[in-house]
């Protein structure tokens, strides 16, 4: 077995770090690959001169290196030359700059305040043109308003002219008063001088506007008359210019409307149809309301432009909305439009007082009234109440309407001078008939005129109180008369009659008898209340389906029931009178238990009362014709209710007579003998 030798510390070191070298690493493999350019033989000698021939390789290398940055070494030299020369141009140039900074220093101070100076100066200048701007016109401006022709230049310089105008009155709360009253003075001359020419263009511009019948206002009028507003007293007169030539061109058109007609024939003048009023006048009346359409349009769209278009803002600028202006403004309208209107007046109103003068009969009257009514209310609600032409249309309405009347008041007196005499068989007279007939033919041209939308229609109550009354009086006196004629003819009758064969009737007959010759059933009293209640229906009866004549037909009935009810009560009082019952109600109905017995009294004894009782049970149970039916009255339901009337008055008085039969207080022996009939079975008996 072998000895192993030990290594020296430093050796084994050494290979242990050859060992642990990384042969593989860049760096190594690097520096082998150098290595073997220049290491060629392995050799003993070789390995001892490793060392010197690295070292000789390296500085062979640095030599190389040295030679190859000689001409750059150069170059750095030439640069540190130029440099170390611009440092000293640059210290050569901060001495001058200090030098320059010493010796400029008073232009330096001199600069900066010429710089604020010139601040200061720009600022007034700036302030100088505002100024110039606010409360100087431009010659362009002036000569806008002095030399050169309206157009929207003179407006917008008179604008400006009212700004600066305006601007003052601000200046003279300063300290500046002088300069704001000099300024205001100047721009007051500008204003006035530019007004008054401006009222003479718009009067030039409007005489030409009386020149054609359909004008067209152009936008500069427009403006410029907004613009005199502003002086009331200019705007006056181009307004009464305007008026003048708008009245005396209204006046030609209207006459050639009346004689010449339209352009052509047509359409034909209007005095062709003088003929027919209605057409004549409602023709005219017709034109006057075109007429009158077109001159308020022309009018509010010259005078008030801003009533009817907006335009631009420098013609709004001379504009207020304040009411009280408006109100102003309305008025100067009227008055323009009143001055118009007011040439056509007279003629207009001469033509409606010929035709009235020539006596139209009463359904043209009364057409021409409503027609004059309704075109009264629609002329005031666009001309306003006080004017001449609504003054005129209510003053001829007024005249139309008396005319109305007054026929109707001719109808009546003519009426009332020949009453008709009552017919045999106690209908209306034909006077009535034609009286209603018109009534309604009246009444239904008043329910269909027009009315206009600030207007009512006329109360129609007048119209039919002027028809209806006179035909009611006529009836009236003809019921008079013959109710006069029939009470002469009645006592001649009674005087020539005589007495014979009077003692061979009966008490019952005898009271019959004279009873009817003193108050007959069917007397000329009781024909006339029928002939006046068939004339009061006659009337009612066609107005009863028209809510316009309700009031007359109230009246009417109340009328008809005064009659029947005196009516009745006659027929009543003649059929106790003949049973001879009359004179003894009073005591009947007076009777009480206080006072005397019926039965010892003369009048209500049981000998007389009986006589009259049986005539009264005769009466009510005898023919049908006994009791009055009143045939000759025209309506079957007043015939009707006047004979329920009648037999229910009947009734109660029968009541009254046999309560005080059965009353013993009236001493009355045998009462059911005289009562033989109980009050329900006459009520029966009367169908009641």
Request: charged share 25%.
């Amino acid at each position: 077995m072998g000895t192993t030798t030990a290594l020296a510390p430093g050796l084994s070191r050494k290979l242990k770090k050859v060992l642990e070298t990384r042969t593989d690493s860049p760096d190594l493999l690097a520096s082998l690959n150098t290595l073997s350019t220049f290491y060629t033989e392995n050799t003993t000698p070789a390995r001892r001169n490793l060392r010197s021939t690295i070292e000789k390789r390296s500085l062979s290398i640095n030599h190389d290196f040295l030679l190859a940055s000689d001409a750059a070494q150069q170059a750095l030299d030439r640069v540190e030359e130029e440099v170390n020369s611009l440092a000293e141009c640059c210290d050569k140039i901060a001495k001058s700059l200090s030098n320059c900074n010493a010796t400029t220093g008073d232009i330096i101070t001199t600069t900066e305040r010429l710089k604020q100076e010139l601040e200061v100066t720009t600022q007034r200048q700036e302030i100088a043109s505002c100024f110039l701007r606010d409360y100087q016109l431009s010659n362009e401006e002036i000569n806008a308003l002095r030399e050169e022709e309206l157009n929207e230049n003179f407006f917008k310089a008179l604008s400006h002219v009212q700004t600066i105008h305006a601007n003052c009155k601000v200046l003279l709360r300063t300290h500046h008063q002088r300069a704001g009253l000099e300024l205001m003075d100047m721009m007051a001359v500008y204003q006035e001088g530019a007004y008054e020419r401006l009222c003479r263009w718009v009067q030039t511009e409007c005489r030409r506007l009386g020149d054609t019948d359909n004008p067209e206002v152009s936008e500069l009028l427009k403006m410029a008359v907004r613009c005199l507003k502003e002086r009331p007293v200019l705007f006056k007169y181009c307004a009464e210019e305007v008026a003048n030539m708008r009245h005396n061109a209204l006046f030609r058109r209207f006459i050639s409307a009346l004689t010449r007609g339209g352009p052509g024939g047509m359409p034909r003048p209007i005095e062709v149809h003088a003929h027919d009023p209605l057409r004549y006048v409602g023709d005219m009346l017709g034109w006057l309301h075109q007429a009158l359409a077109s001159e308020r349009e022309l009018v509010f769209v010259l005078l008030d432009p801003d009533a009817v278009v907006n335009t631009g803002p420098t013609a709004r600028r001379f504009s207020t909305s304040s009411e009280s202006n408006e109100e102003k403004s309305e008025g100067d309208l009227t008055f323009v439009l009143d001055r118009i209107f007011e040439g056509v007046c007279r003629p207009f109103k001469v033509r409606v007082e010929q035709v009235l003068q020539s006596q139209p009969n009463l359904i043209i009257s009364y057409k021409l009234s409503n027609t004059l009514e309704f075109y009264s209310y629609t002329v005031s609600d666009l001309l306003g109440r006080e004017t001449a032409l609504c003054n005129t249309l209510w003053g001829l309405k007024d005249a139309a309407q008396k005319t109305f009347f007054d026929i109707l008041k001719v109808r009546g007196e003519k009426l009332l001078r020949y009453p008709p005499l009552v017919a045999v068989d106690l209908s209306p007279p034909p006077a009535l008939s034609e009286g209603v007939s018109l009534l309604l033919e009246l009444i239904q041209i008043h329910d269909t005129m027009m009315v206009p939308a600030s207007g009512i229609k006329p109360a129609f109550d007048p119209v039919i109180s002027a028809l209806l009354d006179p035909i009611i009086q006529i009836c009236e006196l003809a019921m008079e008369a013959h109710k006069s004629k029939g009470s002469i003819e009645s006592s001649r009758r009674n005087r020539t009659k005589t007495d014979v064969g009077q003692s061979r009737r009966s008490s019952v007959d005898a009271i019959l008898a004279s009873s009817s010759q003193v108050f007959p059933s069917k007397n000329n009293e009781t024909t006339s209340k029928i002939f006046i209640i068939n004339c009061l229906c006659a009337i009612q009866q066609p107005l009863l389906r028209h809510d316009v004549a309700s009031d007359y037909v109230k009246k009417l009935g109340t009328m008809i029931d005064n009659h029947m009810l005196s009516l009745v009560e006659k027929e009543v009082e003649a059929i106790l009178t003949r049973c001879g019952l009359s004179n003894k109600m009073s005591l009947f109905k007076s009777s009480t238990a206080d006072s005397p017995p019926l039965a010892d009294m003369e009048d209500t004894s049981p000998e007389s009362l009986s006589e009259s009782l049986k005539a009264f049970f005769g009466l009510i149970l005898g023919s049908e014709s006994s009791l009055p039916e009143f045939e000759q009255m025209n309506l079957p339901g007043l015939r009707s209710e006047a004979c329920a009337q009648v037999a229910t008055s009947l009734a109660e008085a029968y009541d009254v007579i046999y309560k005080a039969i059965m009353d013993p207080s009236n001493g009355y022996a045998d009462p059911k003998s005289l009562a033989r009939h109980p009050p329900d079975q006459i009520r029966t008996i009367l169908g009641i």
